[in-house]
């Protein structure tokens, strides 16, 4: 059985679906997540959206961001799940917990590393972004794309490739994306929504965190740091540094950038990127994170300084190990 067409089955049947994708979730998640549950419910389905944790600026002029309902639980209502973006069953943040028995999981994502949680499991690494997968469902299904779907979409393929600059910028994302503006996504709106539409402490937190930026002696790691204290005084949750992990991964030489991330005073998110053939994902992975090749995570328990550490050593480690 084709796996896209399970899903697309399984879809077309359901009266209801919760949709639902990642913790922590960016461009990707939320787009992925919108589109499918607007699209389902102008296919006359009853429909949800849902995330455990809150949304990264940005996203909040997506349509339909007023359905997405953040934290709790989903009402075990819904006769059919479909779980986006996400490699493992853990990082939905227990949203499935509540779920009946006999409902349907359909997992569909682009992680080369998805456990297959799913009691559907269309897994596509080679897909630039859920965004896609989406998409080709949804054509697959014969599903109305409406404008408000088709700018979920392309926000979600846009943002997963780095506005089109990273190795997952294929022919078929760029042929997903061409078709979703001919079908209404206007990308200088969406591309204004996400990325002109920010809040000025975004900035001066950005600020204390790149006066921190740090490079090893050989340049080829470098690392910044988002600190308890930095967001209290700059009155922002962690969601507002999502992307700053750029910034580190833009300097020449520089092969592996990191984010630390300080959760709690005993538990620290670690954004990892590489670029070409460095495997972050293996790295992460040592840690019981994941993600993708040249971009990954992982959570590691105790304070900033230690985790730190321990993850720079890994880091020149593995890249001593891949010269
Ligand atoms: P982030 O740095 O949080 O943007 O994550 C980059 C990539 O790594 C995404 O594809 C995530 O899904 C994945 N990722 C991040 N954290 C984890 C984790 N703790 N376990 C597995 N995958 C992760
Ligand atoms: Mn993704």
Redesign the pocket.
Not at 288 to 292: D, E, F, V
Not at 295 to 299: E, I, N, Q, R
């Given at each position: 059985v084709n796996d896209l067409e399970s899903v697309v089955a399984a879809l077309q049947a359901a009266p209801t679906v919760a949709v639902l994708a990642?913790v922590?979730p960016?461009g990707d998640a939320i787009g992925a997540t919108l589109g499918a549950c607007l699209a389902l419910r102008e296919a006359g389905k009853q429909t949800g959206a849902y995330n455990a944790d809150p949304l990264p600026p940005g996203l909040g002029a997506l349509p339909g961001v007023e359905h997405l309902v953040v934290g709790g639980s989903i009402p075990p209502t819904y006769g059919c799940y479909l779980v986006l973006?996400t490699?493992?069953l853990e990082?939905t943040g227990g949203l499935l917990d509540g779920r009946a028995a006999d409902a349907p999981v359909l997992n569909v994502d682009h992680?080369a590393g998805n456990t297959r949680f799913g009691t559907v499991n269309w897994i596509d690494p080679e897909a630039s972004s859920a965004g896609e997968m989406v998409y080709r469902a949804l054509r697959h299904g014969g599903f109305p794309i409406t404008p408000p779907v088709a700018t979920n979409l392309y926000a979600a393929i846009l943002t997963d490739t780095g506005s089109f600059r990273y190795a997952n910028t294929t022919p078929r994302a760029l042929q997903a994306a061409a078709d979703l503006v001919a079908c209404g996504a206007r990308p200088e709106e969406i591309a204004r929504g996400l990325y002109r539409n920010r809040d000025p402490r975004e900035w001066r937190l950005l600020s204390e965190v790149l006066a921190g930026l740090t490079l090893s002696p050989d340049g080829r790691l470098a690392w910044i740091q988002i600190t308890r204290a930095a967001l209290g005084r700059a009155g922002l949750g962690l969601e507002a540094a999502?992307d700053f992990?750029r910034y580190p991964r833009s300097l020449a030489g520089v092969q592996i950038a990191l984010?630390f991330k300080e959760v709690s005073e005993n538990e620290v998110?670690v954004?990892?990127r590489s670029d070409g053939d460095l495997d972050v994902?293996r790295l992460?992975g040592q840690f019981?994170?994941?993600?993708?090749r040249n971009?990954?995570?992982?959570?590691l328990a105790g304070g900033l300084s230690a985790v730190r550490a321990g993850m720079l050593a890994a880091a020149a480690a593995y890249l001593a190990g891949s010269r």
């Open positions: 990642h922590a960016e973006d490699s493992d990082r992680h999502e992990i984010a998110r954004s990892l994902a992460a019981g994170g994941g993600g993708h971009a990954a995570g992982c959570t």
